[in-house]
C-alpha cells in the first residue's frame, strides 16, 4: 500500500509503498477515508516532537473497517469508524478510574512511535517503520479497538476525522472548564481545537465567548460562530485584560500565551491549559496573584475516546457541533508536504489528506 514517509525531520516526504501486517488480537485494519492534518503532524515533522524516523504520520483517522484481529468484539467488518488520537490500554490505575486520557502505556509508547504493544504493524524494506498516533496518511491503518468510535449512518462527511484529536482536545478541555453556564469564557488560540472548544463553550452554556488570535483570518471564522474577537497583536495587553473573563480556555500553546491566561482571568475565576509549549519552556506565573485572585490553573490532555466520542458524535449528528467548519482544504497524499507548509504559515484551520 502507499504511505507518506517522513525519512528526516523538515526533509522530504516520499509516498512509498508500504507493507501493512494484519491485525494482531484487539486490532482492526481501516481502510483510510480522509485523515485531519493537525499541529502536531507539523511538530513531529519540525523534530519538536521527537518521535524516531522513519515514520508515517496522521492521527485523525476516518475509515472503513476491512479486518478484524482476535478478541475484536465492539466492532465489525464494514463499520465505518474515526480514530482518537489517545487509545487506552483499559487495564492501567488511569483507564481504571475512567481517565483514559491519561492512560500510562498509551503515554509510554506515543512519543516512541509505537502502538499499545510497543510494536507496529508498518514495515518499510523489511525494517520496521514507525507511526504517530495511528500513521493515518497512508491508505490503510492498523488500530487499537479501544481507540474507535463508529460513525452513525446519518453523517457522511469526511470532515468528521477531525473528531479525533481538535473534536476530542475541545470537548475535554471545556468538560475541564465545566461549569461554564452564564459565564464569559475566553479562547487563546482559534486554530481547529480553538473552533472546536468555541462550538463546545457554546453547548455548554457560555454567555459570551471572547476569542484572541494573532491572524485576522482565523479570528473571521471565530466571529462566524459569534465570538467577540480581538487581535493580540493590535490590541493592548491593559485592553486584554480588561475583559477580565471568567474561564480562559488557552490553546496556542505559547509560554506568552500561558502568561496572559493567568493575569487576564477574573478574581476566583479558572484557567485551563490545552495548547502545548515546547517541552523545556518554562512559563513565569506569579504566586502572589494567584493567591491574591483565588484562580484556578489546570491542565487538559485530550479526551477519553470510549467516553467522550460517542456523545460527541450524537451532537455532530444533530448538527449542533460543526465538525466542516474546521477544515478549509483537501489534499491528495501526494500532497502532504504542501499541506503541512499551508499550516505553518497559518493559510489553513484543518486540512484533510484523501489517500
Ligand atoms: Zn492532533
Ligand atoms: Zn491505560
Given at each position: 500500500m502507499k504511505a507518506a514517509v517522513i525519512?528526516?525531520?523538515?526533509g522530504e516526504i516520499s509516498v512509498q509503498d508500504v507493507e501493512v501486517e494484519r491485525p494482531r488480537r484487539g486490532e482492526v485494519m481501516l481502510k483510510i477515508i480522509a485523515t485531519g492534518l493537525c499541529h502536531s503532524d507539523l511538530s513531529a515533522y519540525e523534530g519538536k516532537i521527537p518521535v524516531p524516523t522513519p515514520f508515517v504520520a496522521g492521527h485523525e483517522i476516518f475509515g472503513e473497517i476491512v479486518d478484524i484481529g482476535e478478541g475484536v468484539t465492539n466492532f465489525s467488518v464494514g463499520d465505518r469508524v474515526i480514530m482518537a488520537f489517545i487509545k487506552p490500554c483499559g487495564k492501567c490505575e488511569y483507564c481504571v478510574k475512567g481517565q483514559e486520557n491519561l492512560c500510562e502505556n498509551y503515554g509510554k509508547n506515543v512519543l516512541r512511535g509505537k502502538m499499545l504493544d510497543g510494536t507496529t504493524r508498518l514495515r518499510l524494506r523489511g525494517a520496521e517503520l514507525n507511526i504517530l498516533g495511528g500513521g493515518g496518511f497512508s491508505e490503510y491503518a492498523v488500530i487499537e479497538e479501544t481507540g474507535l468510535a463508529k460513525v452513525p449512518n446519518e453523517i457522511s462527511d469526511e470532515s468528521i476525522a477531525v473528531l479525533g484529536c481538535a473534536g476530542l482536545t475541545g470537548y475535554g478541555a471545556v468538560n475541564n472548564a465545566m461549569p461554564i453556564f452564564g459565564k464569559r469564557v475566553m479562547v487563546i488560540g482559534v486554530g481547529g481545537v480553538g473552533m472546536s472548544v468555541i462550538q463546545w463553550a457554546k453547548i455548554a452554556g457560555a454567555r459570551e465567548i471572547i476569542a484572541v488570535d494573532i491572524s485576522d483570518e482565523k479570528l473571521k471564522n471565530a466571529r462566524e460562530l459569534g465570538a467577540k474577537i480581538i487581535n493580540s497583536n493590535i490590541t493592548s495587553k491593559e485592553q486584554v485584560e480588561?475583559?477580565?473573563?471568567?474561564v480562559v480556555i488557552e490553546v496556542a500553546g505559547t509560554t506568552k500565551t500561558e502568561e496572559m491566561a493567568v493575569n487576564v482571568v477574573k478574581k476566583g475565576g479558572k484557567v485551563v491549559f490545552v495548547g502545548l509549549p515546547n517541552v523545556n519552556e518554562a512559563v513565569r506565573i506569579y504566586g502572589a496573584s494567584v493567591v491574591r485572585k483565588g484562580i484556578t490553573i489546570t491542565g487538559s490532555y485530550g479526551g477519553r475516546p470510549r467516553i467522550d466520542l460517542p456523545a460527541m458524535m450524537e451532537y455532530v449528528k444533530k448538527g449542533i457541533f460543526r465538525p466542516d467548519l474546521l477544515v478549509s482544504k483537501r489534499y491528495s497524499l501526494e500532497e502532504l508536504p504542501r499541506a503541512l507548509r499551508d499550516l505553518a504559515e497559518g493559510r489553513i484551520v484543518r486540512g484533510l489528506i484523501n489517500p
Open positions: 525519512r528526516n525531520y523538515n480588561n475583559e477580565s473573563p471568567d
